[in-house]
């Protein structure tokens, strides 16, 4: 049983090498893996022909954002199983035979992280096995992921990765493209699915690793830009939904029941 694994890339090519890498390499069986290029086609070349036959590439030739580059990838899936990644994401061992193993139709699935700093989130692992990668150590991260996985699903509600079903993507209409970045789209998308009654699980089977916003050094005109695009997000969340975004898709909806 397949899986499409679906990754956006902008412009972090060192990342994305690490990101496929680490998916072709651990897949227990031949997966459909797409990665969607969201301009700066040539800047990723090198990385994407040393994959060229084990990938297969959609090419946005202008950068249309995240949500763009997810839908089209999701839309050109092989399989219902779907696996939304990040680039800075780095897969685990066994990751496709463990993800099948909690596979549940009504669900998004998300298989826990481990990241090198503490975030909001509270679910996930923190241990600092690099930040980025220039100084991420693999040989320690396969050890320490096989060390912590445990046969263990809870309604936690939902990050990045996202496992499900590409049918149920569809039916809540995937990531809202009308966002003017990718700030909290994905808890748009993730309280559109626990409104459609779909269950919002966490994974601990399977820990990917997750290198935290790398990014690219930023002029002061684009850190601008980029202020106003995430206020711009949040406004429009709020208009959509008429509640604030919040980190946890439970959350939301029980603030739309107020």
Not at 136 to 145: G, H, I, Q, S
Not at 163 to 173: E, P
Not at 202 to 230: D, M, W
Request: hydrophobic share 40%; glycine share 4%.
């Amino acid at each position: 049983m397949s899986i499409s694994v679906i990754i956006p890339t902008y412009k972090e090519p060192e990342a994305l090498d690490i990101c496929l890498n680490s998916a072709i390499v651990n897949q227990r069986t031949d997966n459909q893996i797409i990665v969607v290029v969201d301009g700066f086609y040539e800047l990723n070349r090198e990385v994407l022909e040393k994959y060229s036959n084990s990938i297969e590439v959609l090419n946005l030739e202008e950068n249309a954002g995240l949500q763009k580059a997810t839908n089209l990838g999701v839309y050109n899936a092989r399989y219902d199983k779907i696996l939304i990644v990040n680039d800075d994401n780095v897969f685990p061992k066994d990751w496709d035979e463990k993800l099948l193993e909690v596979w549940q139709e009504g669900a998004v699935i998300t298989p826990n992280q481990i990241e090198p700093i503490p975030s909001m989130f509270r679910q996930f692992n923190i241990k600092n096995l690099g930040r980025d990668p220039l100084t991420f150590d693999l040989e320690a991260y396969m050890t320490y992921a096989e060390e912590i996985s445990v046969d263990r699903v809870e309604e936690t509600g939902s990050t990045l990765p996202i496992f499900m079903s590409k049918k149920n993507y569809l039916t809540v209409g995937g990531w809202d493209e009308a966002y003017p970045g990718a700030w909290v789209v994905d808890w748009d998308f993730f309280l559109k699915c626990e409104l459609a009654g779909f269950k919002m699980l966490r994974s601990y089977n399977c820990h990917f690793y997750h290198f935290v916003s790398i990014g690219t050094e930023a002029t002061p005109e684009e850190r601008q830009l980029k202020a106003t695009k995430e206020r711009e997000c949040h406004l429009y969340f709020n208009y959509k939904w008429g509640v604030p975004a919040q980190h946890n898709p439970v959350n939301n909806s029980k603030a739309l029941e107020a």
